[in-house]
């Protein structure tokens, strides 16, 4: 029969073989022609698990005798030849799976534990099948077979070879010679030949996805170089990696290469090592291949092949065999080769090191610690320095100075007179510089002729050369190199050093433009980095700290603010300032109370604009928020001195013309004194004034967009808070036998008013009703929401409260209001005549019970979905109490923080809730050992009841 094969094929070519396997039992199950191509062992697991599927006794044995198919088949179709054909026979609950294809060559199964990315596939057949092996198929081809027995354990087993079967068939019915190449270490051997079938196993994958279109198509010279590397050397590669897997199985050290090889196996081996290294170079400058060769695997290809080719050209021209050189002597014979080499390629090596360290030189020193080191060593002199003007835009002016940005081989008496040497000396550096032209100096004669200074400056010169550096007629710097032997420089030598002379220039050139580049992007970056620290708090006055932190010293030695009232100020009305001063360290800030504003001050928060002081130069800065002047900021100089506060208050606007704020003939005024020892005077930018006042007046701009947030919400938040205390109780019920204490605290500066609320109400018999709730969300919003459960609550409360009924009543009118907000509450009834305990939850904490005796414990209340949520399921709790028990309910904002899950802040809380304490001593020690007396993230709300005596 034919379960879905992939071709199509008739079945009387199979009785011989169906027959010759029911002679032994096998009886045959499917037959199946596959095509050559990626998707035939996919398509082979498909059939033999179609045509096992109505067998119960194969159920064992099904992905088993898939998975040996194929890998079968994915052997035949990348090491095989077409046609490629499956047979499934099975007899008395075993199974044999038989592929066969077109090569005779059998499969190679490498050793346990080989690590070659070829052969894995047979491994697992190995160790999978209960038998496996190899038979002949015929006048060619082979036949690779495998059975499965059910109730027969997995083993490794080594394969059954047919003796049919010519494990050489490279050798069959044609003339071959007998090469011998000598041994070689069995470890590289195996390594160089497992890494190559790795190669010519992705070559081939590439070549089937490009054919098959699940990849892109390759280059047709690569298309050509894979047909070349997978099929024209194969016979020989197989025949040493044959012999090197006997060696390994022998545990044989070294591998004596002796191969019968054809003479055509000379031109084919010749194309196979041009093809694969011109497909390594390309392949791996176009990054197709994941697996490079090391280097000696590439030098002992070399040798073998090339060694190959060789005698198989001598045997085929009817010479003896000639001597191969061993492969420790070929490695030999390439060092020198190499070493030859390098010594010709070091000078221009050396050229490539220095253009491509001069890349990343964004300094003039980076520039010269490059050159001058590099260029010493590769003209071998004696010293070597790079000068550039003190001023590089007049390098040709006369009696200029010059710096020296690095220098090698030069003492400190000689680098003292380098320094000091200025424009119009009579020297050769600085004549390269003046003139732009290149100095040659090949004698100590000439030297001393053209430059008599020198045998003062450096009498052991004995030649000289000096080049300008230039870039657009443009003299950038100069280079001078020392020798203390004649040097005569040709043609190539002085093109060596004009080139390295170029690309100084260039690298000048760049360091320059670099370092503008860098100071604007860090004036960007420092810009990004502030709105950060503005944006991070909403607290106002943490804002105008770290605006002045920025400005001190950065851009001043002392900066102070004032928030101004939306009524303006006056210099006559005191009002508090911040004073931040430049110290050893770091900076001073002082804060000050009660003191009237100087002048600039007021004139900029009257004003609007940017005020200068002209007498002492203080600068004054508006933060302008919607619309008016929030605050201001003003920069100057630190000192003490005497006089008067303030300045004048006809200081002048930034837009008045004739300002002379920045005009140093100015005579010295004595400073407007602040409190703290902080006197404002002098410029606040020193020699970059149009620089610095222009990052100063984007500060205060991103600082004031900050700042104005900031004021909105704590403006939000004043009436939140006043909004939510208006809404909690003021007082609480007097209960006969109870005693309370409640707690409410917003959330810090930071955070918005949450919707944390209390309540406790008197109930008929005593009784008292509980309740504890916290709306989600912040703000206005969460307040409004609060106030109106609560008054939905005390409605509620005068019928027969139960907890139960309480929530659903809740939720209900939850659903009611027109605000999206989910709530949870936690409503209780306790009796204390009684002493019992009557709770149910929408989603809140449980209570935390204390007993004078015991330790404190959470009642295992059910808690039901939180209101709002469209479900009213709440089961109530019933707890009796013991005498002295104390009672504490809280919001989650009690015991969970960003550092503290709430699993961990429950254990915290029960375990400091000491028995015996007043609900008011109660509350005061667990707030503070919670760390929630000030500056917590959340609102917290308690409510602790203690059963006391009745009245």
């Known amino acids: 029969m034919d379960n879905g094969s992939a071709a199509p094929d008739p079945w009387p070519a199979a009785e011989p073989v169906a027959a010759a396997r029911a002679a032994d039992g096998w009886l045959l199950r499917g037959r199946w022609i596959l095509a050559s191509e990626p998707s035939a062992p996919a398509m082979v697991r498909r059939l033999i698990k179609a045509a096992l599927a109505g067998d119960s006794w194969a159920d064992d044995l099904r992905p088993d005798v898939a998975l040996i198919a194929s890998e079968l088949t994915a052997n035949a179709w990348l090491h095989g030849e077409p046609p490629v054909e499956a047979r499934l026979f099975a007899a008395q609950e075993a199974v044999r799976i038989e592929i066969s294809d077109g090569s005779p060559t059998p499969p190679v199964c490498p050793p346990v534990g080989a690590q070659g990315l070829t052969g894995r596939g047979l491994g697992l057949v190995a160790a999978l099948a209960t ?152 392949a791996r400058a176009a990054r197709l291949l994941t697996l490079q060769s090391p280097p000696q695997h590439v030098a002992f290809r070399r040798w073998y092949v090339r060694a190959l080719v060789d005698q ?68 071998a002199a004696s010293g070597g320095v790079l000068l550039v003007p003190a001023d590089p835009g007049h390098a040709g002016q006369r009696g200029g100075q010059v710096l020296i940005p690095g220098a090698v081989g030069y003492g400190e008496e000689l680098m003292a007179q380098l320094r000091a040497e200025r424009l119009d000396d009579r020297l050769p550096a ?167 504003p100087p002048g600039p001050v007021v004139a900029a928060a009257g004003r609007g ?61 004595t400073p407007a004194r602040l409190p703290g020892g902080t006197t404002f005077a002098g410029t606040a930018f020193a020699d970059t004034a149009s620089e610095g006042e222009e990052l100063v007046e984007e500060l205060i701009r991103r600082a004031s967009g900050a700042f104005g947030n900031a004021l909105q919400f704590e403006r939000e938040r004043e009436i939140a808070v006043t909004l939510q205390r208006s809404l909690l109780p003021r007082r609480l019920p007097r209960v006969a036998g109870l005693t309370f204490a409640w707690r409410y605290l917003p959330g810090s500066a930071g955070a918005l008013v949450g919707g944390d609320w209390y309540d406790v109400l008197a109930l008929e018999g005593g009784r008292a009703a509980l309740i504890i709730g916290d709306v989600m969300g912040h703000g206005l919003h969460a307040a409004a929401t609060m106030g109106q459960l609560r008054a939905t609550a005390r409605a509620y409360a005068q019928d027969s409260f139960r907890p139960a009924a309480i929530l659903t009543a809740l939720d209900a009118a939850m659903n009611r209001l027109e605000q999206a907000s989910i709530s949870t509450v936690t409503t209780a009834v306790l009796d204390p005549r009684r002493r019992v305990l009557t709770v149910a939850s929408a989603g809140h904490l449980p209570p935390l019970l204390i007993p004078r005796r015991r330790r404190p414990w959470f009642p295992p209340v059910e808690p039901g979905p939180p209101l709002g949520a469209g479900v009213a ?51 005061d020690g667990l707030l503070a050992t919670l760390d929630r007396t000030h500056g917590n993230e959340d609102d917290v709300a308690m409510l602790a009841v203690s059963l006391t005596d009745a009245d």
């Open 873 to 923: 399921d709440y089961p109530e709790l019933e707890v009796s109490l013991e005498p002295g028990s104390t009672l504490l309910l809280f919001t989650d904002g009690l015991v969970e923080d960003r550092s503290r899950p709430i699993d961990q802040g429950l254990e915290l809380l029960r375990r400091h809730a000491a028995p015996g304490l007043s609900p008011e001593r109660l509350c």
């Open 131 to 282: 038998r496996w092996g190899v038979d002949g198929a015929g006048v060619s081809g082979k036949v690779v077979w495998a059975e499965l027995a059910r109730g027969c354990a997995d083993s490794g087993t080594a394969p059954i070879i047919d003796t049919t079967i010519d494990t050489d068939p490279s050798a069959a019915g044609r003339t071959s010679f007998n090469v011998r190449l000598g041994d070689v270490p069995t470890d590289l051997l195996l390594a160089a030949k497992n890494h190559v079938d790795g190669l010519v196993r992705e070559f081939t994958l590439a070549t089937t996805g490009a054919q098959a279109g699940s990849s892109g198509p390759l280059p047709t010279r690569l298309a050509e170089l894979l047909r070349i590397v997978t099929t024209r050397f194969a016979e020989p590669r197989k025949a040493i990696k044959r012999q090197a897997l006997a060696a390994a199985a022998a545990g044989l050290p070294r591998t004596t290469l002796d191969l019968a090889l054809s003479p055509r196996s000379a031109v084919a081996g010749e194309a196979y090592l041009a093809a694969l290294e011109e497909i390594e170079s390309y």
């Open 609 to 669: 604009t940017v005020v200068r002081e002209p007498t002492t130069g203080t600068v004054a800065f508006p933060l302008i928020v919607a619309g008016r002047t929030a605050a201001v900021v003003a920069l100057g100089r630190a000192g003490f001195a005497d006089g008067s506060a303030g300045g004048t208050a006809d200081a002048t606007a930034d837009d008045a013309p004739g300002s002379t704020a920045d005009d140093p003939s100015l005579p010295d005024r």
């Open 312 to 379: 198989l050209r001598a045997l085929e021209g009817g010479g003896g065999p000639i001597t191969t050189p061993t492969f420790e002597q070929y490695l030999l014979n390439t060092l020198d080769a190499e070493v030859l080499a390098g010594r010709a390629t070091e000078r221009a090596a050396r050229l490539q090191r220095v253009t491509a360290a001069l890349a990343s030189a964004t300094t003039a020193e980076q520039v010269a610690d490059v050159v001058v080191s590099e260029s010493v060593t590769a003209l």
């Open 430 to 596: 600085v004549d390269a510089l003046r003139n732009g032209r290149a100095i040659w100096l090949e004698s100590r004669a000439e030297c001393y002729l053209r430059y008599p200074d020198l045998a003062r400056l450096e009498p052991s010169v004995v030649a000289m050369c000096c080049l300008p550096l230039v870039v657009t007629r443009q003299v950038l710097g100069a280079l001078r190199f020392s020798f203390d032997h004649s040097r005569l420089f040709d043609a190539d030598e002085r093109n060596f050093v004009e080139a390295l002379a170029a690309q100084t220039a260039l690298a000048l050139e760049r360091a320059r433009l670099f370092t503008a580049e860098r100071h604007a992007r860090e004036r960007a970056s420092f810009l990004t980095a502030a709105s950060d620290l503005f944006a991070s708090t909403l607290d106002s006055g943490r804002i105008l700290e770290r605006l002045l932190r920025l400005l001190v010293p950065q851009h001043s030695v002392a900066a102070a603010s004032w928030r101004i009232p939306p009524h303006g100020i006056s210099a006559a009305v005191p009002l508090d300032a911040t004073v931040v001063t430049a110290a050893a360290g770091g900076a001073d800030v002082v804060r000050t109370h009660g003191v009237p």
